[in-house]
C-alpha cells in the first residue's frame, strides 16, 4: 500500500476510543449492571403479586394459599393478593394464569388436579400443565381413609379389602364427583387390591360428610381437617392417611404405604407455580423468596394448625416429581373410567 492509499484508509477507518476512555467504560459496567438489576428489581416491587386460588373462599385450600400470600409479601416486602377463581376442577383458575402477563406477578396454588390429573380426565385444555414454572411446595394435605362402622364393621384396610373382594361392586364410597382426588384415590386403592367398590359422587365434601355420617355411604378419602374432626363421631373410625408418615393428630392411624400399599403415598399437595414464558432470572427471584417464605418457624406451625406436612422441594425434584405424578394420576383416571367433556 503507498502513501496515498493509506491516508485513503485511515480516512475511512472508525474513529476507536482512547485507553483512558476504553479504562473507564470498562470500570462503569459493573456500575451500570447493578444500575439496571436495581431498576428491574423496583419494577417488580412496584406491582402487587397475585395469588390465584382455585376454589372458593373459605375452604382449608383457600386458608392454606392465604398463609402462603402472608409469608410471601413478608419475603418479597410487598403486596400478595389472593384471589379466588373457582370451578371446573381448577381449570378456571389455570386458564387465567397460563393467559395472565409473563412478568412473575401472577401466580397459581397448583395440586393434582391442574398439574396431574386434568390433562387425562377432561377431553380438552386450554393449558399444559407442564408449561408453569415451579415457585415451591406449599405443602402436603393427608386424605384420611374413614368408615361408617355402623354400615362396615371394619377396622383395617385388609378387613376392607377382604369385605370388597367377598362383595364386588357392593361396598358404596362418596366422593367430592367423578374425576375428583377423592375418587381417584378410590380407584388407585382398589387397584392396587384388585378389589372394586361402587362409586357415589357428591358435590363437595359438606354433603359427602352428612351421608357418611348417615351411613348412606360405607367410606371415603376426605382431607385431614375434616378427617380430624369427623373422627370424633363415635361411629366414624380412621382407618389410614394416605402421606408418607403419620399425622400427629392421628398417631395411631397407620399410612396406606404401612398398609401394604406403597403406590398410596398420595397425599393432598399444593404447589405455587407461575405463568408460562416468565423470565428465568424472574423465576429464580421468585423461588428463592418462596423458600424463604415456606421456611420459617411461623409458616411451618401454621401448617401444624392445618394438619398439613412441610413438603421442601428443589426445582430440579420437583421436575422429576411432577412427571411422576402425572404418570400415576393418568393411570388411576385410565383405571376408574372417568372422563368430562368440557
Same mark, same amino acid.
Given at each position: 500500500?503507498?502513501?496515498?492509499?493509506?491516508?485513503?484508509?485511515?480516512?475511512?477507518?472508525?474513529?476507536?476510543?482512547?485507553?483512558?476512555?476504553?479504562?473507564?467504560?470498562?470500570?462503569?459496567?459493573?456500575?451500570?449492571?447493578?444500575?439496571?438489576? +436495581?431498576?428491574?428489581?423496583?419494577?417488580?416491587?412496584?406491582?402487587?403479586?397475585?395469588?390465584?386460588?382455585?376454589?372458593?373462599?373459605?375452604?382449608?385450600?383457600?386458608?392454606?394459599?392465604?398463609?402462603?400470600?402472608? +409469608?410471601?409479601?413478608?419475603?418479597?416486602?410487598?403486596?400478595?393478593?389472593?384471589?379466588?377463581?373457582?370451578?371446573?376442577?381448577?381449570?378456571?383458575?389455570?386458564?387465567?394464569?397460563?393467559?395472565?402477563?409473563?412478568?412473575?406477578?401472577?401466580?397459581?396454588?397448583?395440586?393434582?388436579?391442574?398439574?396431574?390429573?386434568?390433562?387425562?380426565?377432561?377431553?380438552?385444555?386450554?393449558?399444559?400443565?407442564?408449561?408453569?414454572?415451579?415457585?415451591?411446595?406449599?405443602?402436603?394435605?393427608?386424605?384420611?381413609?374413614?368408615?361408617?362402622?355402623?354400615?362396615?364393621?371394619?377396622?383395617?384396610?385388609?378387613?376392607?379389602?377382604?369385605?370388597?373382594?367377598?362383595?364386588?361392586?357392593?361396598?358404596?364410597?362418596?366422593?367430592?364427583?367423578?374425576?375428583?382426588?377423592?375418587?381417584?384415590?378410590?380407584?388407585?386403592?382398589?387397584?392396587?387390591?384388585?378389589?372394586?367398590?361402587?362409586?357415589?359422587?357428591?358435590?363437595?365434601?359438606?354433603?359427602?360428610?352428612?351421608?357418611?355420617?348417615?351411613?348412606?355411604?360405607?367410606?371415603?378419602?376426605?382431607?385431614?381437617?375434616?378427617?380430624?374432626?369427623?373422627?370424633?363421631?363415635?361411629?366414624?373410625?380412621?382407618?389410614?392417611?394416605?402421606?408418607?408418615?403419620?399425622?400427629?393428630?392421628?398417631?395411631?392411624?397407620?399410612?396406606?404405604?404401612?398398609?401394604?400399599?406403597? +403406590?398410596?403415598?398420595?397425599?393432598?399437595?399444593?404447589?405455587?407455580?407461575?405463568?408460562?414464558?416468565?423470565?428465568?432470572?424472574?423465576?429464580?427471584?421468585?423461588?428463592?423468596?418462596?423458600?424463604?417464605?415456606?421456611?420459617?418457624?411461623?409458616?411451618?406451625?401454621?401448617?401444624?394448625?392445618?394438619?398439613?406436612?412441610?413438603?421442601?422441594?428443589?426445582?430440579?425434584?420437583?421436575?422429576?416429581?411432577?412427571?411422576?405424578?402425572?404418570?400415576?394420576?393418568? +393411570?388411576?383416571?385410565?383405571?376408574?373410567?372417568?372422563?368430562?367433556?368440557?
Amino acid at each position: 500500500m503507498n502513501d496515498k492509499q493509506d491516508a485513503h484508509s485511515h480516512a475511512y477507518a472508525p474513529r476507536l476510543p482512547s485507553r483512558r476512555a476504553l479504562i473507564r467504560g470498562l470500570a462503569a459496567a459493573p456500575f451500570a449492571a447493578l444500575i439496571w438489576r +436495581a431498576a428491574r428489581a423496583d419494577d417488580f416491587a412496584g406491582k402487587p403479586v397475585r395469588l390465584v386460588i382455585p376454589f372458593p373462599a373459605g375452604g382449608s385450600s383457600d386458608t392454606l394459599g392465604r398463609v402462603v400470600a402472608n +409469608a410471601l409479601s413478608q419475603q418479597l416486602k410487598q403486596t400478595v393478593i389472593v384471589e379466588n377463581r373457582g370451578g371446573a376442577g381448577g381449570n378456571i383458575a389455570a386458564d387465567y394464569v397460563a393467559r395472565a402477563p409473563a412478568d412473575g406477578h401472577t401466580l397459581l396454588m397448583a395440586g393434582q388436579a391442574i398439574m396431574a390429573i386434568n390433562q387425562s380426565l377432561y377431553k380438552h385444555l386450554s393449558y399444559d400443565p407442564a408449561t408453569f414454572p415451579y415457585i415451591g411446595m406449599m405443602g402436603d394435605n393427608a386424605n384420611v381413609l374413614l368408615v361408617n362402622e355402623l354400615t362396615l364393621p371394619v377396622r383395617s384396610v385388609a378387613e376392607l379389602v377382604e369385605r370388597a373382594k367377598a362383595k364386588p361392586r357392593e361396598i358404596p364410597f362418596g366422593s367430592n364427583g367423578v374425576g375428583s382426588l377423592s375418587h381417584l384415590t378410590t380407584e388407585l386403592l382398589a387397584s392396587s387390591a384388585g378389589v372394586k367398590f361402587l362409586h357415589v359422587p357428591y358435590q363437595g365434601a359438606a354433603p359427602l360428610a352428612t351421608d357418611l355420617r348417615a351411613g348412606r355411604i360405607a367410606f371415603c378419602f376426605t382431607g385431614s381437617t375434616l378427617a380430624v374432626a369427623l373422627a370424633k363421631s363415635g361411629n366414624l373410625r380412621p382407618l389410614a392417611v394416605t402421606t408418607a408418615v403419620r399425622l400427629p393428630q392421628l398417631p395411631d392411624v397407620p399410612t396406606l404405604v404401612e398398609s401394604g400399599y406403597p +403406590a398410596l403415598d398420595a397425599p393432598s399437595w399444593w404447589a405455587a407455580v407461575a405463568t408460562p414464558g416468565t423470565p428465568t432470572a424472574t423465576v429464580a427471584m421468585l423461588q428463592k423468596a418462596f423458600a424463604a417464605a415456606t421456611g420459617t418457624p411461623q409458616y411451618q406451625e401454621a401448617l401444624k394448625q392445618q394438619a398439613t406436612l412441610p413438603h421442601p422441594m428443589t426445582p430440579e425434584a420437583a421436575r422429576v416429581f411432577l412427571a411422576a405424578e402425572r404418570r400415576k394420576w393418568a +393411570a388411576a383416571v385410565k383405571s376408574s373410567g372417568a372422563s368430562v367433556t368440557s
